[in-house]
């Protein structure tokens, strides 16, 4: 049985009257000890993806299977104890942290919510939990401006363990950070992956991270998945042309290698006005005429990747 | 490779078009450009480099004298051969918009939301080259093409909110080329753009450069669109320039620590590394460290750095392919030649 | 602090100011410790009413209309009923102040709880709440007050729950417009994401965040309050058992062009007591407002 179960999963929304989905019939699993990657632009969905998953954000349709157990219908009481096994690491250092509040109370408060009485006990489980991330003991007593984003950063993966979860689902976690600070934070997610068996839904538009990152990957475009495949096997050999033309916009380091042409045509069509059939059509490369009236099914290959494209 | 100097030195060559001598910036209790010196040429793309507390956008910043009151500047900016620092207001709105172009991260909110931006455009047209209405709508509707802004004429009376993030950034780039400027700015320009619009974007600025025979002056923090878009790289770390050469130099043999550092630590798609395999190089710290460190700025987080490191900071000397701030490549130059190919 | 962040801080949190001396703050702002100095003085005025002027301010206790400083036993004159004014106004400002600040509390309960219940829920809650916002803002403060005090009777309590009642609808708004966009905020989801229960994330996570530009408006309608009630009192429908600013006033108005002094006196306490909130208020203002992140 998968950690997650996502199935058929509708996120809508209303704008000047009219119901819009940022999210699309995505279904998708993620197994004990994956790290699968959500990669997209912006405009993709995959940030709502995120937070419907942890019931942050109301879905329309479809189901969220955690364990088995399918928490769309569950509210209230009869949805915490799934909550805790799930849990965020939000992108932007400076809003996820309440800046009135300190370290210490931060983490007491997850764990004083979750019915740990005792408060030495909860002192100890803050202060491991801080040294866990990284980041010395003398962190505790201090309030978020008082710390660089990369340390924010740290506290908010150490409040997301605070109550050991099985999955964490980052939503851009290092975007916001300088390359070098970048590093340390994904290394440390490496290390607690290994240390506490985590699984990971991996949030990102930066596609060197994602596959530096991530097992298995998920691209995504206007609520919608459009390719999957393992590390080994997506990156080598993509698909779907918009995969191929994320990752030939990609500035190379190698300064011998040709620039390639732009490869999209128009913008990303607003949520309001998608395309008929296939809604990559108004900006792929190789649309035909059966693309407009037929949308493609994500089908499964026989290597295991999965493309939703009428030429892959 | 160019044939002239790397470092722009002078000699016989015609002046440089922008030439900064011993920059520094200093906010109230904070240094954030420590005495920086680089040149660009007309038609060249140098990029500054670096990462949060570099001290990128206050050059930026400081080159235009667009910098908040209460700023201390000391060094020379020269400009055609004016100093700008110490040019009279005058002087200043001639060169700003007219001269040199800036481009900056956010279009959103460098763009006036009340005004269309046919009417944006042409009012720095009108204002600098003194160009009638009409014919300063006639030249927007050329600019706003020059700029692959389909439909341009209908385009004119569009308000920023109605185009999208990366339309937004073309009349950026439109507004900074309109007066057919020397020199541009581009300060991270396609920061907040998708990667598909960021390499549009990037193109063409750099067509735009070779057209207009313009100088442009990169600042991003990303290094694959300096390895794509410049010809010369100036790596900055807490307010000085600790490596300044040809992108191709630098790319294959970075020396000063921070630089192999930061090339490190950077994950590339094309190198195929797995986290399974392979952990990310890190710079361990944060630039916090660099306040108040009476050496190397980068010593406390450098893996080379040695007690010498820390009496004071070491300048940067002209090496055969670069220049270096590194007591490395000064003192050492075989074991800093070593330790280079060895990376 | 620094940052090694490459985007720019997404809202201006108001974020404690933790390290700042009070000298310091004082020193830099000379118009807030302005202010700050002449409430004092008020403040320790009204505290020290029955030191100094012991007894009822309405008594009868010297000879009418003398001039300030003509006699010092009554340093500020007599009115014309012979009552010492430098003891109604001492007793006076205890009454300004305590109609000021509980008129103001009464209007920051109910103006939080309302935009807050608003803010955070939104959908029907809201509108219901709005629309109650609004009814009561385009009835005129003043007004209302006159018949809410005329309904009830002309006290303290009853004033003061007049005017609070009357105020609430400015914080309302204001804790509403905080709770809207603090609710967004990552930090909020967080808490969400952590089970935290609706109250605690109201209560505990968004409202001190919230509570700055309310603390600041707060000292302003302390000034309104104050005035208000001079104002109903200047009409002589305030309560008849005190002396206050505004019963001062209005019972001077009669010799404006002999005894001035009798109104304008108390008329220059209550505007430097109100000056000195409003002065607190941009204090205040100026010190909750965070400085902008260097990049």
New interface residues.
């Given amino acids: 049985m998968s950690l997650l179960d996502v199935e058929k999963l509708e996120t809508s929304y209303r704008s000047h009257g009219r119901v819009l989905k940022a999210v699309d019939g995505v279904s998708f699993r993620v197994e004990k000890g994956e790290t699968v990657g959500l990669v997209g632009e912006s405009g993709c969905g995959k940030s709502t993806l995120g937070?419907t998953i942890?019931r942050?954000v109301p879905s329309s349709a479809g189901a969220i299977r955690l364990g088995g157990t399918d928490i769309v219908p569950l509210k209230g009481g009869a949805?915490?104890p799934y909550?805790?096994r799930?849990?965020?690491i939000?992108?932007?250092?400076?809003?996820?942290?309440?800046?009135?509040q300190t370290v210490r109370t931060l983490l007491e408060?997850?764990l004083k919510?979750?019915g740990v009485a005792d408060r030495a006990e909860r002192r100890r489980r803050a202060a491991g939990m801080v040294e866990r991330v990284g980041l010395s003991s003398s962190a505790l007593d201090r309030?978020?401006?008082?710390?660089?984003?990369?340390q924010r950063q740290r506290i908010?993966i150490a409040?997301a363990l605070v109550?050991s979860p099985e999955l964490i689902v980052c939503d851009e976690p290092v975007?916001?950070?300088?390359v070098?600070?970048q590093a340390q934070i994904l290394n440390l997610l490496v290390d607690l992956k290994r240390d506490l068996g985590l699984s990971y839904l991996f949030i990102s538009h930066d596609m060197s991270v994602v596959r530096y990152f991530t097992d298995r990957v998920m691209v995504m475009y206007l609520g919608q998945i459009v390719e999957s495949g393992s590390y080994e096997t997506l990156w080598t050999n993509p698909l779907h042309p918009y995969t191929r033309a994320l990752m030939a916009a990609v500035p190379s380091y190698d300064i011998d290698r040709k620039r390639t042409a732009v490869a999209l045509k128009g913008e990303l069509p607003s949520a309001a006005r998608i395309p008929s059939g296939c809604r990559f059509r108004t900006r792929c490369p190789i649309a035909k005429e059966v693309c407009a009236t037929e949308a493609p099914a994500l089908r499964t290959l026989p290597g295991g990747q999965e493309v939703a494209c009428h030429f892959a | 490779m160019s044939a002239q100097g790397l470092h722009g030195e002078t000699s016989n060559r015609p002046v440089p078009l922008l030439d900064v001598r011993d920059l520094s910036v200093a906010?109230p209790g904070?240094l954030?450009v420590r005495g920086i010196s680089f040149q660009i040429r007309r038609g060249e793309t140098l990029a500054l480099v670096g990462?949060?507390?570099c001290g990128k956008?206050a050059t930026s910043l400081a080159i235009m004298q667009l910098l908040p009151r209460g700023t201390r500047l000391s060094g020379q900016v020269l400009f055609g051969g004016t100093d700008l620092v110490r040019a009279d207001a005058h002087m200043l709105r001639e060169v700003r918009g007219k001269r040199i172009g800036l481009i900056l991260q956010?279009p959103m909110t460098s763009l006036n939301p009340v005004l269309t931006i046919g009417e944006q455009i042409a009012e720095s047209l009108i204002r600098h080259d003194r160009l009638t209405a009409r014919l300063a709508r006639a030249r927007t509707v050329e600019l706003l093409d020059l700029v692959r802004i389909p439909d341009a004429h209908r385009r004119y009376d569009d308000y920023p909110h109605n185009m999208s993030g990366g339309m937004r950034q073309r009349v950026m780039i439109a507004m900074a080329v309109a007066c057919n400027p020397e020199l541009i700015i581009a300060d991270?320009p396609t920061?907040?753009l998708d990667v598909t619009l960021q390499s549009d974007v990037l193109e063409l600025l750099d067509s735009l450069r070779r057209q207009l025979h313009m100088g442009l002056l990169l600042i991003t923090?990303d290094l694959g669109v300096v390895a794509q878009w410049a010809d010369r790289v100036a790596v900055m770390y807490a307010g000085s320039i600790v490596e300044m050469a040809e992108t191709h130099a630098l790319f294959e043999r970075p020396l000063h620590p921070y630089s192999r550092g930061l090339m490190g630590s950077t994950v590339r798609l094309e190198s195929g590394a797995h986290y399974t395999t392979a952990r990310l190089t890190e710079i361990p710290g944060?630039?916090?460290s660099a306040?108040g460190e009476t050496g190397c700025t980068f010593a406390p987080r450098c893996p080379q750095v040695i007690a010498q490191c820390r009496i004071a900071p070491p300048p940067l000397v002209p090496l055969p392919d670069r220049l270096a701030a590194c007591r490395l490549a000064t003192e050492t130059p075989k074991e800093a030649a070593r330790v280079a190919a060895g990376c | 602090?620094?940052?090694?962040?490459?985007?720019?801080?997404?809202?201006p949190?108001?974020?404690?100011k933790?390290r700042r001396g009070l000298a310091a703050l004082l020193l830099g702002h000379p118009t807030f410790a302005a202010g700050l100095f002449i409430f004092a003085i008020v403040v320790l005025l009204a505290l020290g009413a029955d030191i100094l002027y012991p007894g009822d301010p309405q008594d009868m206790v010297g000879p009418p209309l003398l001039w300030p400083f003509a006699d010092m036993e009554y340093p500020l004159g007599t009115d014309s009923l012979g009552r010492d004014v430098a003891a109604g106004l001492v007793h006076g400002a205890r009454v300004s102040l305590i109609i000021g600040f509980s008129a103001a509390a009464i209007g920051l309960v109910i103006g939080t709880l309302v935009g807050a219940a608003g803010g955070f829920f939104g959908g029907y809650v809201d509108n219901i709440l709005v629309r109650l916002t609004e009814l009561f803002q385009t009835v005129p403060t003043f007004l209302l007050v006159i018949v809410i005090v005329a309904i009830g009777e002309p006290s303290l309590p009853v004033m003061a729950a007049a005017i609070g009642i009357a105020s609430w609808p400015t914080i309302a708004r204001l804790v509403r417009a905080q709770f809207r966009s603090l609710r967004e905020?990552?930090?909020v989801?967080?808490?969400?994401?952590?089970?935290?229960s609706d109250a605690?994330i109201i209560f505990?996570?968004i409202l001190?965040?919230a509570l700055p530009p309310v603390v600041v408006t707060a000292s302003v309608m302390v000034a309104g309050a104050i005035l208000t009630e001079t104002g109903l009192s200047f009409l002589n429908m305030g309560d008849p058992n005190l002396v206050s600013w505004g019963s001062m006033i209005g019972g001077g108005r009669e010799m404006l062009r002999t005894a001035w002094f009798l109104t304008a006196l108390p008329g220059i306490a209550t505007a430097l007591t109100v000056l000195a909130l409003n002065l607190i208020g941009d204090g205040l203002n100026e010190v909750f407002n965070p400085r902008m992140r260097?990049?």
């Avoid at chain 1, 939000?90 to 009135?100: E, H, I, T, V, Y």
């Avoid at chain 1, 975007?175 to 300088?178: E, R, T």
């Avoid at chain 3, 602090?1 to 809202?11: P, Q, V």
């Fill in positions: 937070k942890l942050l949805l915490s909550r805790r799930m849990q965020m939000f992108q932007d250092p400076f809003g996820s942290l309440n800046p009135r408060t997850v919510v979750h309030f978020p401006h008082e710390f660089s984003g990369g908010g409040r109550l975007s916001a950070l300088d070098s600070i | 906010f904070h954030a990462e949060s507390g956008s956010e991270e920061t907040a923090h944060s630039v916090a306040t | 602090m620094s940052s090694d962040t490459t985007r720019a801080a997404s809202l949190l108001f974020v404690p933790s905020q990552d930090f989801m967080a808490a969400r994401s952590l089970g935290y605690r505990v996570e001190p965040n260097e990049r």
